[in-house]
């Protein structure tokens, strides 16, 4: 028996109880909406459809609430938040996937395993997108090591001088000036790092050719996400022991009308991908590093969600970090601590559920794979 779930003329079908999945996933794609909790979630769904309940991944048929507190805050920022999510371990804030014995800055810490890592180790092909810097706290977590967020060049020399398998076979985001500023203060750039390695970097997705087999594109600003996931999808499948990606995309909501805009794109790009992929053999996660403190305080069906926004804007134009007030919505320039949404849809999915702390995270996919620590 299946139930069949029909959004926007597509149809997908999710096997119930009756139609039991392999308990093995032969793919992971993890989904990280940077920001994107349950209060942007909500918003986003009105802001798009007018509707409570509306995205993709709300039609999810496995759900549980996240604790992102870290090893020492109950508030997380992206690298603490992702490094959870990568490695099964809590560390502090700005550490990228070290332990809790990091001194940020000062001193390093243990190197922490990642799932990316796992992948390579086991032969599968791996990546990592964004919208945002490619060495920055998020993508960075999946593929390196640092004890600090802000060393992009220490971090991005470790996607080309991996310690497991050959690194992450696609590599895809912005940045391109900032990384090379922070290379240079170690007397090396992204030139000479492709040199080295003999791995070229493209500073523009549509100057990947075809015959690329594994791209890392670097480009100075936006990322045309789902055109590189088409890239990235084609790619990576071709392994036939399988692939882990991450695509993040940027979803704060200082700007709500960015913000929300971002989180009802990133769910159209998952429903396409949803679409394409094997779910007999892929587990879909989705889920936010940290939350952000947007919530909806009024409002009507019928009316935008942001009514107001633009009004809002011009007056509040000098004043950097305003609170947002407008009829329907709140937002303070700040993460927050509560949990996040991650839901699970495939193999392996049936392990989200109830509240659960970040790290459990990493364990759901790592026993997706089965694979152990
Ligand atoms: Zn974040």
Redesign the pocket.
């Known amino acids: 028996m299946r139930t069949f779930i029909i959004l926007a003329g597509l149809i997908y079908t999710i096997p119930c109880e009756a139609e039991k999945l392999p308990s093995k996933a032969k793919n992971v794609i993890l989904f990280l909406a940077?920001?994107g909790g349950l209060g942007a979630v909500n918003a986003a769904s009105i802001h798009g459809y007018d509707k409570a309940q509306s995205l993709f991944v709300q039609s999810w048929p496995n759900i549980g609430l996240s604790d992102t507190s870290t090893a020492s805050q109950w508030v997380s920022?992206?690298a603490a938040?992702m490094s959870a999510i990568m490695t099964g371990q809590k560390t502090h804030n700005g550490v990228i996937s070290m332990g809790p014995d990091t001194a940020r800055g000062k001193q390093d810490g243990a190197r922490l395993k990642t799932l990316l890592m796992y992948a390579e180790e086991h032969g599968l092909s791996t990546g990592v997108m964004t919208n945002v810097n490619v060495a920055d706290a998020?993508p960075a977590a999946c593929y390196s090591n640092a004890n600090d967020r802000r060393k992009y060049g220490e971090i991005i020399q470790q996607a080309f001088a991996p310690k497991y398998g050959d690194g992450p076979d696609v590599l895809m985001g912005i940045g391109r000036a900032a990384i090379d500023k922070s290379l240079a203060e170690q007397g090396s750039s992204l030139d000479a790092l492709s040199q080295k390695h003999g791995r070229k970097v493209y500073a523009s997705l549509s100057d990947v050719p075809s015959s690329e087999p594994r791209p890392v594109v670097i480009q100075e600003k936006d990322m045309n996400l789902p055109a590189a996931a088409e890239q990235a999808l084609e790619r990576l499948s071709r392994n036939k022991k399988g692939y882990f990606l991450m695509i993040e995309w940027d979803a704060h909501t200082d700007n709500p009308q960015q913000g929300l805009g971002n989180l009802v794109a990133f769910d159209k790009l998952i429903r396409s991908i949803a679409g394409k992929v094997n779910m007999k053999e892929t587990l879909l996660i989705f889920t936010a590093?940290?939350s952000f403190d947007i919530s909806t305080k009024g409002g009507k069906r019928g009316e935008p969600l942001l009514a107001g926004y633009e009004e809002w804007k011009q007056k509040n134009a000098a004043q950097r970090n305003a609170v947002v007030e407008i009829p329907a919505l709140r937002v303070n320039h700040n993460h927050t601590g509560e949990e996040v949404v991650v839901a699970a849809m495939g193999p392996g999915a049936d392990k989200v559920h109830g509240f659960l702390p970040n790290t459990r995270i990493f364990e759901v996919m790592l026993e997706a794979y089965g694979w152990k620590r």
């Open positions: 940077d920001a920022d992206s938040g998020t590093d940290h």
